[in-house]
Structure formats: C-alpha cells, structure tokens
C-alpha cells in the first residue's frame, strides 16, 4: 500500500500494457500479415514486442490456453496502436472498420487473413467468447479516433471499463470463469491499468503535445497544459495533478482487492490468477511513482524494474495481486 495516498489502502519504455498511451508509430501488422504462416506465434511475438509485461504473465496461463491468451493480448495491442500508426483519423476509422468487418467473419467461421483475426478464429474454437465484448473495445478505440482527450475523470473511467477492463472479461471467459465478483474486480483492475499506464507514458505524450490527465484535475491544481508540453517538471501544479491521478488509480486498485476479501478469504481464486497477475506491474508502476514523489519525468521512471518477472512469480504462488 502506498503509504501517501489519501485511500483505503519502470518501466522503460519497452514495457508496455495500454499501447495506444506508450507506442510511438510504427508498421502496420496488415502490411505484413500476408507472409505470416503461423498465427499463435506471430502473435506471442507481437506481444512480447510490443506488451512485455504481459508475455512475462504469459508463462502463467495453461499450456493449452496460451494461445488464446496472446491472441486476446495481440488484439487489444493492435487496435490501441492505431491511433499512433496512422497519419490521419480517416483511415484510422477505415481501421477500425476492418476490425469490426474482422469480428463478423470470425464469428461465421470464415476469418480474414490477418495472423491476430485468424488467431482470435482458433481461439473463439476453444472459448465462447460474447461478441459484444469486442465490439466495445473497437467502438472505444474508435471514438478515441475523433476525441483523444479526457475531461472528465468519469470520462476516463468508462473508457477504461470499455478496454482494459473488457479484455479482462474476455480473458476471464478463457478461462471459462463466469463469476460477478471476479468482474467487478477485473472492472476496477481494468480502470487502475489505464491511468497508471497514462501516468507513466506522460512525458511521452507532453513531447508529443498531448495532455493524459483529465482536464478537470489538471484545471483543479492549475496546470497550463502548454507549461507541461515545453516545461515538464518545472510546470506549476503537474505533480500535485499525477498526485490525484494516480490516487484515483490506487483507490481502483485497492478496490479490486477487496472483492477478494469479501467472497475468496483475501486470495484471488488460483484459477483466475493468470488475469489478475495483471494487477502486479500495475502496483509496482504506483510505488515507483510514490518513489520519485510524483514526478513522472524523473529518469527513475524509464528505468527497466528487472525484480518484476520474481514479483509476478511471488504473485502467482501467494495469489495475490
């Protein structure tokens, strides 16, 4: 537990979770889609390229899910990067399209040939995945096309809900785990995963001209976004602003916990620790910004945390998160 936050209770930036906040541009998987012969591994590749934290949780999920699992985790990746592939919102939305035109015809049988479409294809074989979860996830990626921005922290959370939190549905439906309370964990899980992920890639987005603290807490500790994009640091208000975000994250964090104090005796379920291992980057994301007194443009916060693959070990075996 962090022992400054007002609750209850890195990375470089080759570790990555939420990637439309951490990855500069890069190609296209479509370009490259035709030569590939072996979805499973194109995709176990593609995350461990590109969301190492979760290839490091991989070597947790059952032999014979783990396809599945990369298949989830290379499609969430994908459609987060678009944003940052494209050079206009057009053909982000001809993207977006192809996607869900993607999902139609997985659902029929007949996938396109893209390794992650033709993946998710042999994973829908094994899971009944619910088709609508999918669908959120585009659409919000979709909308965040037209508004990158959040104003409101609400904003922010039911965006959170509508992808971090839904691939947590999705991968606890892998595991054939229909619980409410495992859910509602995931949902609070979900939404600490994306704003720890928008705290630690902020210097990234200030080089880039983009502000990932909802305005109203930026507003509230008066923070001129114009300050933060040519001062960093020295802008007046910011690190009082990450201090709010990332409390907010913390109370998520802390909250998903708790339904395991309510209903599991305060340890996840073992079955289920392969999703909520998700949970353990994401503490140690919150405890190195305490670290560095909430200054996300200290060095300290690109730097590579080499304890993480003995924490999500520990994690697993003591079944917490």
Known sequence: MLSTFKCTSNLSQAFRYNLRYTLPRCQSTLASAAVVTDPAEYCRDFVRKYDYEAYLIAQFWPKELRGSYYALKAFSAELAMIQDNVSNSTIGMMRMQFWRDAMKTITDGNPPRHPIAQALHQASIKANFPAYHFKRIIDARDAELQVPVHLTVDSLTAHSESTSSTLLYLLLSTLSLPSSALSHAASHLGAAQTFTNLIRAMPFH??????????????????????????????????????????????????????????????????????????????????????????????????????LPWRIWKGYYQRMF
């Open 206 to 307: 200030a080089k880039n001209g983009r502000m990932v603290v909802p305005a109203e807490i930026t507003a509230k500790h008066g923070v001129v976004q114009e300050d933060v994009f040519r001062k960093g640091p020295a802008a007046k208000g910011i690190d009082d602003a990450v201090f709010e975000f990332a409390t907010l994250a913390n109370d998520h964090l802390v909250t998903a916990r708790s339904m395991f104090n309510q209903e599991f005796g305060g340890k996840v379920p073992q079955e289920a620790m392969p999703v909520f291992l998700a949970g353990v980057p994401v503490s140690g994301i919150l405890k190195q910004v305490e670290e560095v007194n909430f200054n996300i443009f200290d060095p300290r916060m690109q730097t590579k945390d080499w304890k």
